[in-house]
């Protein structure tokens, strides 16, 4: 990272942004952001992607004007500590969040409140700042993965940005994260990486592979078109939890394999509709006001209580759609207001509660 900042410059009372890698990520960011009336600078280490970003709007600027209220570090992952580090230091953010897809390391490794891990689920084929699009966000999955130190107005904060720019946030514990990613991101695309190699050493004909490549093997193998350079640093920070869900899927390939060659038609039908019934019974993408209630919980001036409220939430399978922190006149021990759907909001109440909070539902 530079030694030397730049001065200030006159942004107005427009709060301010920097995203440290301007790729497809940082750079979809930016746009999201400046959509929402953010001032957006950028820096990266390669001055080619960093115009790209400026030429396509992702950024209005370049350089490290210290203080901006947030700064989104999109670099590789093993580069995220030591950025994140210069961020919460040298450029003296006022939060800070990362977008790599692994995150124990991580959140362990930066131990400012002020640092908030978060993974946003989305992405596509497209690469670089050239493919950003500032409405990627928009009904889709941002994990946020608070660590012990991590301040809750920080997390509220962040949260109400990230809401903003029409993301599903959802809270959970950094190895919990990493576990069930690797199962729904990770493998996935290794997956496809390796069913598309698969067909294309298989092939004899090249051109009439491609035009028979119907609609499933499409989709199927859409995300191996994505850049890989990126994915030995995924596998080797993840590198447990990716053998085991790769070890799960072999298992299911195998008992998929023995059915096939015992032509037991009606072992695959139970297969197949277990998996379709299960698919189908996926969430739907957006909660409406009226499908809300409004959850109260105290938490108190201690390490870690909002990463123990965030991890129960989403190991409960509950969709937190806003949140802020209310404190306390005097005493040690806060509010957290929750807004959750409505057929949730009781048994997170009871969850709550059995972490020896004082908790209340009320409708809005």
Not at 74 to 99: H, R, S
Not at 180 to 200: D, E, F, G, K, Q
Not at 214 to 223: N, Q, S, V, W
Not at 224 to 246: K, V
Request: glycine share 10%; hydrophobic share 45%.
């Amino acid at each position: 990272m530079p030694g030397n900042l730049s001065g200030e410059q006159p942004y107005g009372n427009a709060p301010r942004a920097l995203v440290v890698g301007t790729g497809l990520i940082g750079s979809s960011i930016g746009k999201a952001l400046r959509n929402e009336g953010w001032n957006v600078s950028g820096m990266d280490t390669d001055p080619q992607q960093l115009e790209v970003a400026m030429q396509n709007g992702a950024v209005g600027s370049e350089g490290w004007a210290p203080g901006p209220d947030l700064a989104v570090v999109a670099v590789p992952p093993d580069a995220v500590v030591e950025t994140a580090a210069f961020c919460l230091g040298e450029v003296n953010a006022k939060l800070v969040t990362d977008v790599a897809s692994v995150k124990s390391r991580i959140v362990a490794s930066v131990n400012d409140p002020r640092f908030i891990g978060g993974h946003p689920m989305a992405g596509s084929e497209q690469l670089g700042a050239g493919g950003a699009d500032g409405a990627m966000f928009v009904k889709r999955t941002w994990v946020l993965t608070p660590g012990p130190h991590s301040d809750p107005e920080a997390y509220a904060k962040l949260h109400g940005i990230l809401t903003a720019i029409g993301a599903h946030v959802v809270g959970m514990d950094a190895l919990e994260h990493d576990k069930l990613v690797a199962m729904v991101s990770h493998v996935p695309h290794l997956s496809a990486a390796a069913l598309m190699n698969i067909a294309t050493n298989e092939a004899t004909d090249q051109d009439l592979l491609m035009k028979l490549a119907a609609g499933g093997f499409r989709d199927m193998t859409r995300i191996a078109s994505g850049s890989p350079d990126i994915w030995p640093q995924i596998c080797s920070a993840n590198s447990e939890a990716i053998s085991e869900s790769l070890g799960q899927l072999i298992h299911a390939l195998e008992r998929l394999q023995a059915m096939v060659g015992n032509r037991d038609g009606e072992g695959i039908l139970r297969y197949l509709e277990n998996a379709q019934s299960s698919r189908r019974n996926f969430p739907p993408d957006l909660l409406r006001p009226e499908d809300l209630c409004e959850v109260r919980a105290t938490i108190y001036d201690r390490p870690g209580e909002i990463a123990s409220v965030a991890a129960l939430a989403g190991g409960l399978g509950v969709n937190i759609a806003d949140i802020e922190i209310a404190h306390s006149i005097e005493g040690e021990a806060g509010i957290v207001v929750m807004l959750v759907d409505t057929p949730s909001a009781e048994r997170f109440a009871s969850a709550l509660r059995g972490q020896g909070r004082q908790a209340t539902v009320q409708t809005i």
